[in-house]
């Protein structure tokens, strides 16, 4: 375990008697935590998190969550009618806890040999500081003290009692990064000189969001194209067309994001898309460009064009320079497709759309052998287009 996680595991041990039902998954977060099961943790940090909601749904809105699942509830306290009733900023940690437990209950991965979304322990930091701002916030407004046999209630607003002012006092604590509280005192001294001694770092408000951008194989955009305020958000929705359109006063990365699930439901170029192109070296939305001409109007010189400028902007975003080449193909400027994609194989061997495209120029050539062996070197690494290839072609790997 990361000894960066320990202090974070405490605080979760201290709040966890306060949050009834939830707190066996609260306890599963830090026996996780320290045997080093990254994704069990956030995956418990999202069941978490779907219990508070649900409760505040209960409570707050006077409505019965039935079967309405995480998204569903981070979405109503996000809108306009419920403003104000979660802060801006418990939202922000909400989408930072709901996307990393969305990642980590998927492997976001194709072939069996493709790589999965890893999680390690700076992914578990990132969720486990938000998850202690919520509870944090939870306990202030819900007035909760702890009782006889460790179950958590809450009690009416009055004149502050010694309880409530240990409790208080734990919610401050935990806010500002100290492990033992006025009341609820650790029994391990050095644990809290330790911590007292090392704050948990600031987080970094990108970290889920550019997790999105991973297990989609894009590169994230520049700084001056983000706004951090957004990220949390951004996160949690980058492929929900219906929130992304709701965003007030869109970064170029909130207008790329909702082009980019326009054009996955729509098959077409929606308008913020050019606001996205507009910020310099924003490669992802230049490869969508591409990928939109392609599908509208065929025209294959803007395509290339896109691409190109995708490729050069991010020289590692192999799916842009893969594009490229099959453009190359379909222009019948076969060397340039060839050395395209021998120059991917070279860089990743098992990015397995480079020996499709390689095969597809080399059968256009007349180099039917070549083609063969590219098809199904591609089709070992797990490509579909590959092994529908060569059915269509009505050819063997045997």
């Not at 981070?74 to 801006?88: C, E, H, I, M, W």
């Not at 704050?199 to 989609?216: C, G, I, K, M, T």
Request: charged share 20%; hydrophobic share 45%.
């Amino acid at each position: 375990m990361s000894a960066d996680l320990e202090p974070l595991l405490l605080k979760l041990t201290t709040f966890a008697p306060l949050f009834g039902r939830a707190r066996e998954d609260i306890d599963a977060m830090v026996s996780r935590g320290r045997a080093g099961d990254y994704k069990g943790v956030l995956q418990n940090a999202r069941l978490v998190l779907e219990a508070l909601l649900r409760s505040l749904v209960t409570d707050e809105l006077k409505q019965t969550p039935g079967k309405a699942m995480l998204d569903e509830l981070v979405s109503k306290f996000r809108q306009q009618a419920n403003a104000g009733l979660v802060p801006t900023n418990v939202l922000a940690h909400m989408g930072t806890v709901q996307a990393w437990g969305n990642l980590s209950s998927h492997d976001h991965a194709g072939s069996l040999s493709d790589q999965a979304v890893s999680v390690g322990p700076d992914e578990v930091m990132a969720s486990l500081n938000s998850m202690v701002a919520i509870l944090s916030w939870y306990v202030t407004r819900k007035n909760l003290t702890p009782v006889t046999g460790a179950v958590a209630v809450a009690r009416k607003p009055g004149p502050p009692t010694l309880s409530n002012r240990t409790l208080v006092s734990v919610a401050i604590a935990a806010a500002v990064g100290v492990a033992a509280a006025v009341g609820l005192k650790t029994t391990n001294d050095a644990k809290k000189a330790e911590l007292e001694a090392n704050p948990p770092q600031p987080v970094n408000r990108f970290e889920a969001l550019d997790a999105v951008y991973a297990s989609w194989r894009e590169p994230v955009p520049p700084a001056r194209c983000r706004n951090e305020a957004q990220a949390a958000q951004l996160a949690a929705d980058a492929t929900n067309l219906d929130a992304l359109t709701l965003i007030d006063k869109p970064s170029p990365e909130a207008s790329y994001l909702l082009a980019r699930a326009f054009f996955k439901d729509r098959k077409a170029r929606h308008d913020s898309l050019a606001r996205a192109l507009a910020c310099d070296d924003f490669a992802a939305a230049q490869y969508l460009a591409g990928l939109i001409v392609i599908a509208s109007n065929g025209d294959l010189d803007e395509a290339r064009s896109r691409f190109q400028k995708a490729a050069a902007m991010a020289p590692t975003f192999l799916d842009a320079r893969s594009k490229l080449a099959a453009v190359y193909v379909q222009q019948k400027q076969f060397p340039q497709a060839v050395a395209e994609a021998e120059a991917l194989i070279a860089a990743a061997p098992d990015y397995h759309p480079a020996y499709v495209v390689r095969g597809s120029a080399r059968g256009e050539q007349g180099d039917r052998d070549g083609a063969l062996k590219d098809y199904c070197t591609a089709q070992k690494l797990g490509s579909t287009v590959a092994r529908a290839r060569l059915e269509e072609l009505k050819l063997s790997c045997d």
